[in-house]
């Protein structure tokens, strides 16, 4: 049996103003089918700036459609000009939370231990953390990819209760597949969810791994999905690029 809910959600990383925002958000919701939503979560994650306009047309309109951001601050509020606190995306009825995204870790030196502060912030309000994990081309190509991308978990999940870890949603996105066209191989894939699931397992309880959700990142399509969904370690995908084309996100949305 598969007790997870796949999700699907769209990185539009530093693309779309507010009204290019509601513009996507309202082709999305209306292309797509009732039995998608039933079947599926699907979440869109815009820019901070967009998130207010996103909240009014998604609760006016009574779509289905979930959201969230792609960072937040580890503290509450304070002297941190610029951040944006997870009470703020709270109350924004944001559901998610992207945390340690390889662009962030690589142009804001973010570290695993800012990474897991920030889990334990969006845990605080009820955000679901979507830890992003995965290794870079020479980790790879050294045999080392599954070390690396575990120690990434560890350091991210740290310190977490078995409910708190229940909660939060892990992103394997080999940074050699984002953004650049090659997708890693659906065993590839597999082979990652299951070892994070089993290291879920280890940490936390096997009650915890059994419930945890793991999505594949990494230039995925329409055309590429359906035999990465049908890994049985994989419960859905962070998609970047092809989640600012409505007609395409939706196609990724229908995978089955
Ligand atoms: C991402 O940004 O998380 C991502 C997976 O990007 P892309 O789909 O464009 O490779």
Redesign the pocket.
């Known amino acids: 049996t598969q007790p997870r809910r796949p999700l699907l959600a769209g ?1 539009w ?1 530093m693309n779309l103003n507010h009204l290019e925002a509601i513009a996507l958000v309202q082709k999305l919701a209306f292309s797509l089918e009732a039995e998608t939503f039933e079947k599926n979560d699907i979440a869109v994650l815009p820019p901070f700036t967009d998130l207010r306009s996103v909240q009014t047309l998604v609760d006016g309109d009574k779509l289905a459609v979930a959201y969230g951001s792609q960072d937040l601050s580890p503290h509450d509020s304070g002297a941190y000009t610029g951040d944006i606190s997870g009470a703020f995306l709270a109350k924004l009825g944001c559901t998610y939370a992207v945390v340690g ?1 390889s ?1 962030r870790r690589q142009h804001h030196a973010e570290s695993d231990e800012l990474v897991n502060a920030k889990v334990k912030a969006a845990l605080r309000y009820e955000l679901t953390p979507i830890l ?1 994990i995965g290794e870079g081309l020479e980790t790879r190509q050294a045999g080392e990819h599954v070390s690396y991308t575990l120690s990434q978990l560890d350091g991210g999940m740290a310190g977490l209760s078995k409910d708190d870890a229940a909660n939060v949603v892990v ?1 394997y ?1 080999p940074v050699w ?4 066209g090659e997708v890693a191989t659906p065993d590839d894939a597999q082979e990652m969810a299951a070892e994070i699931r089993s290291r879920v397992g280890d940490s936390f309880s096997a009650d915890v791994a059994g419930k945890t959700r793991i999505l594949y ?4 399509k329409a055309a590429n999905i359906r035999p990465i969904m049908d890994q049985p370690d994989v419960d859905g995908a ?5 989640s600012l084309d409505a007609d395409e996100f939706a196609a990724i949305c229908r995978f089955d």
Do not use: R
């Open positions: 990185n990383k995204h662009e992003c992103a996105e597949a984002i953004g650049t990142g990494g230039s995925v962070l998609v970047g690029g092809a």
